[in-house]
């Protein structure tokens, strides 16, 4: 399906009510095969980015058996959004995003190959896993702002919340595959085995064939984003100078006003600010889920921690869930109405999880029937947590000019990245300290607390 470009801020034309019917289901967005082939890249290289990643835990894991350096590994991954996040958004909207993506992947597969090279050559060593890991991190970033400007170069405006929302299920089926299952799956199918070259053999182990597959995928995806028609992803450029022309001091000035001008514009546009927050607090939330559920699972329900799915896998579902029904919740409640559905819904479960628990072990120990009541609550704070991020990301995607489209959302990513780390660190000493359930507790009042001020400032932005 041919789409009609839509960089201009112009509200777009009223469509009529069968038009607006069929402006917010998957199956149009889904016939755009621009979008198709972006849609399937992103799947495929999330799946195989996230199985990596467990790849790099599980072989430091198992290679040292210190949660230090698990530590390092986990940071090796994540650090590279910090400083680098924001000076890859400025690149990326001077540059052809088709460009940046499909060398963006095959830049990653050729990290993936280093990887498996170096663990056939020293199985035994964390060093290199740290490098490449963080190289291929590092890529990553200019990877995702790319794809998020390329999203409504390829559809409609009416159609960016079911895009969005696709892009959204399609992110947390890739952690659930990837992180919980190929990774896993991959390790437990290949044992090691010794494949002979000719004139002398090396020791393949499961870990080398996880990386190998992960390395072919990457270059699947390469040709995806090549398949996509060059033409499909034009957008009227900057007047500015070209970025790659400029290097040395001319480059870095160049960046330095950029940044200030993407800050600028931000703070400018109060609503753009308002979503660009609630993105951020999102993703910092569900990563404290993901801190406290294990301790959770072990402390609190006195289970293995075998049964953390009873917490994540719920909760991922609930997620996907959310993103197919988004399309209904915005059109009947509206953005704003739908955030504070979202907040509220998930400080609610947040409460309910530890009362609950504590009610129930005053009278029996806990039942089967307590596990499908927790089940449940993380399944509908999954569905909440989809309202406030993809509402947030929509209005994201609608303020930001295209000219500084990748740029708002590497500062989100930076924000959200800066963010997290002292925050995940303080919430680890609270809950060593005072409780699984004071942290979920504390957790539950900064959501109430961060709608109250959600609340005050669109009130203050409308009335400027």
Not at 45 to 54: D, E, G, M, R, T
Not at 232 to 258: F, N, T, V, Y
Request: proline content about 5%; hydrophobic content about 55%; glycine content about 6%.
């Amino acid at each position: 399906m041919k789409t009609e470009q839509r960089d201009d801020p112009t509200p777009a034309t009223s469509l009529s009510p069968m038009e607006n019917t069929s402006a917010g289901s998957f199956r149009r967005v889904l016939k755009n095969r621009s979008f198709l082939l972006l849609w399937l890249a992103q799947l495929l290289s999330q799946i195989v980015f996230n199985a990596a990643n467990y790849g790099v835990i599980a072989i430091v894991t198992a290679i040292s058996h210190s949660t230090l350096l698990v530590g390092f590994a986990i940071i090796s991954f994540t650090l590279p959004a910090v400083p680098f996040s924001l000076i890859a958004g400025v690149y990326v909207d001077h540059l052809d995003k088709r460009l940046v993506l499909w060398v963006s992947n095959a830049l990653r597969a050729a990290s993936t190959g280093l990887l498996v090279l170096a663990l056939l050559w020293n199985p035994h060593t964390v060093i290199p896993l740290y490098f490449l890991a963080f190289a291929t991190s590092l890529i990553t970033q200019f990877f995702t702002p790319a794809e998020a400007s390329a999203i409504p170069l390829l559809v409609d405006k009416q159609e960016l919340t079911p895009a969005l929302s696709l892009f959204n299920i399609t992110f947390t089926i890739a952690q659930v595959l990837g992180f919980l299952l190929l990774g896993g799956l991959i390790t437990a199918l290949f044992p090691p085995f010794r494949l002979s070259l000719g004139f002398t053999s090396v020791e393949v182990l499961s870990f080398d064939v996880l990386f190998a597959f992960v390395f072919v995928v990457y270059i699947i995806c390469t040709l995806l984003i090549l398949a996509i028609p060059a033409r499909a992803l034009q957008h009227q450029q900057s007047a500015e100078p070209a970025l790659p022309r400029l290097m040395g001091m001319q480059g870095w000035k160049l960046i330095r006003h950029d940044v200030q001008e993407t800050w600028t514009y931000i703070g400018r546009d109060r609503p753009l600010m308002l979503a660009l927050l609630q993105v951020s607090f999102v993703g910092i939330l569900l990563l404290e889920i993901g801190e406290v559920a294990g301790p959770f699972v072990v402390r609190i329900l006195h289970l293995s921690v075998q049964a953390i799915p009873l917490i994540l896998a719920p909760a991922g579902i609930g997620l996907v869930l959310g993103g197919v029904l988004m399309p209904f919740f915005i059109r009947r409640l509206g953005k704003s109405h739908t955030i504070v559905v979202g907040m509220l819904s998930t400080a609610a479960g947040l409460i309910l999880l530890p009362l609950v628990r504590f009610v129930w072990s005053q009278f029996a120990q806990l039942a089967p029937g307590f596990f499908f009541f927790v089940a449940a609550i993380t399944c509908v704070m999954g569905v909440a947590m989809a309202m406030v991020n993809i509402s947030a990301q929509t209005v994201m995607q609608e303020r930001a000019p295209a000219q500084e489209r990748g740029r708002v959302f590497s500062f989100q990513s930076t924000l959200f990245n800066a963010g997290s780390i002292p925050i995940l660190l303080f919430a680890g000493v609270i809950g060593d300290t005072l409780g699984i359930d004071t942290v979920m507790y504390l957790l539950a009042a900064a959501i109430l607390g961060f709608g109250w001020w959600t609340a005050w400032y669109s009130h203050r932005s409308l009335a400027s």
